[in-house]
């Protein structure tokens, strides 16, 4: 039990220490950005993707069209869209493709990672940094005593629950009247 409750000191001094080094500026143009686009799609893999599907709902429940890349439901994309990028490293193959492909749409591509130096920023318009431990050691980067990436794919999570309690703020929305838009085939 002790081991438990050490282990979970632990994640959340690493996250409390993440979020305060996030740039709230780049998160600001980001809201900006989500607040604009007729539609925001999602791409990334493995944990990032669960993450990111996870925040493309709760934006959903906000009355923002959202898409994750491969749904089969997923319409085109166009430059009055936007595409949220979640890559770590930036470095991700998949994510990269579709941010190039994106990009010949003219759409929007934001990019959340935690390596402002890697490929995407060939194709992000913005970038928001998660200032997470990564295998390449970057100055600046929060240290984890998770596995992997775990930091990263937290983080990310709680930043897209952060954005969407943000527009809830800046909207004045009514809580009880978001019910509406949740799944009721369940």
Not at 17 to 39: G, H, M, P, Y
Not at 57 to 63: E, F, I, V, W, Y
Not at 84 to 109: D, H, M, R, W
Request: aromatic content about 6%; overall charge negative.
């Amino acid at each position: 039990m002790e081991q438990f409750s050490s282990s979970t000191k632990d994640i959340i001094a690493e996250l409390n220490t993440t979020f305060e080094s996030i740039n709230s500026d780049e998160v600001d143009r980001l809201i900006e950005e989500i607040s604009k686009a007729d539609q925001v799609f999602f791409v990334g893999v493995g944990r990032v993707l669960l993450s990111l599907k996870s925040i493309a709902k709760r934006l959903a429940h906000l009355g923002v069209k959202t898409y994750v890349v491969g749904q089969i439901t997923e319409p085109a994309i166009t430059d009055k869209d936007l595409l949220i990028v979640g890559s770590g490293s930036g470095e991700t193959a998949f994510p990269l493709i579709i941010a190039q492909k994106a990009k010949k749409y003219n759409a929007t591509v934001a990019h959340i990672g935690a390596n402002p130096e890697s490929s995407m920023s060939e194709y992000a318009d913005l970038f928001v940094r998660i200032p997470v431990q990564t295998k390449l050691h970057l100055p600046g980067e929060v240290e984890s005593v998770q596995p992997m990436t775990s930091l990263f794919e937290q983080s990310l999570l709680l930043l897209g629950d952060a954005v969407a309690l943000t527009i809830v703020r800046d909207r004045d929305v009514d809580m009880k009247a978001l019910w509406q838009y949740h799944a009721n085939l369940e």
